[in-house]
């Protein structure tokens, strides 16, 4: 079931029916067993005032419905050229028969985006994979973070991280060390996503992460070293109903604190619901309320594969920040329709305040194309 970059759509269609096709045979056969058949998952939900407790948060949490470690970053190789870079497991539990007999039954399914945005060569490097859990082929453990498909992988051991991903004609090894302790968002760790109490996640960040490792792209290895931020979130309900996608940024301040700040966008392409959190550089910790952030583009650009328009640069406001936003390249678009069935725009970006950088991090911006829709 293990799908690349360049089967898409197509191979988002197959990885579907492969996993539609597993659920009805299953079904089929408890059906034939005496069994009522019907899609009854139970997810757990997304309650406030549920702390979060480490190292158990690190791992997977496979009642909820949908998971994902995203670490992203800028790395500098040894003669200075500037990349961007992001890794992103996704885990999804599949609405199924709770009684499936069937150990071929796709329980959880894992998949993963990698990118690296190289600004000399003015392109995006990305691939992409997708395996249900199981048979030793993907997984996400409990307890702590380890999680893979095949040979690609993020785990956490001894307090450091390390990610290992591979596509087409580029690769990377890197290595995560915390400098600073997870900050947690929203109210203890429960982030709001919309005027709906309901639509909600738990979340936490890890700014300011020390990177080393290689990189290499068309047969030639660098060693790199950098900055990157790690996002661990998971949810049953991750969006708001009316909600078509959204605008997020995190930024590792040059101050040595830390920013996170989202939209969630209506139909109207306005904000409707907002949030976000800001670290400073002594430790403390302020929770922005949807006032508190405004996102306003200022340059789009358009995508020559998808004509999907993308705004590229943008005046943030953020608690007391205010600051613009600027790309690495404009062609950051992700198109992974062969597995999540998702094109968005991730990228890394700086801020600046007139002409002084202030920080440096990734934009993620989805359902610019067509509604979002959650693995």
Known sequence: MTRRRGTAPAGAIAALVAIAIAACCAGAALRAAGGQGAADTQYAPVNPGQPLVFPADYGSHPRFRTEWWYVT???????????????????????????NPSAFTP?????????????????????????????????????????????????RSAGTYRSRAAGARFSFDLEFSPTQPPMLN??????????????????????????????????????VTGEGWLDHEWSSAYLDRHAVGWDWIGMNLDDGGALMAFRIRGADGGALWAGGSVRGADGRVQILAPQDVA???????VSPRTAIRYPVRWQIRAGGLNFELRPLLDDQENDARATSGAIYWEGAVSAYQRRRRIGQGYLEMTGYGGKMQLP
């Open 73 to 99: 970053g800028w790395l500098q190789t040894a003669d200075g050229a500037p990349l961007g870079f992001q890794i992103t497991f996704f885990r999804t539990r599949p609405d199924i028969w709770r009684q």
């Open 107 to 155: 329980r959880q399914v894992l998949i993963a985006h990698c990118a690296i945005s190289d600004p000399r060569r003015g392109r995006l490097w990305h691939a992409e994979r997708i395996e249900r859990a199981g048979f030793g082929l993907a997984g996400a453990d409990s307890g702590d973070t380890r999680v893979w498909i095949g040979g690609w992988s993020l785990v």
């Open 186 to 223: 929203g109210a203890g760790g429960y982030s709001r996503k919309g005027p709906d109490a309901s639509a909600a996640s738990y979340y936490y960040s890890i700014p300011h992460l020390r990177v080393s490792g290689r990189v290499t792209r068309a047969g030639r290895s660098d060693a």
């Open 295 to 301: 996102f306003t583009p200022l340059r789009t650009w």
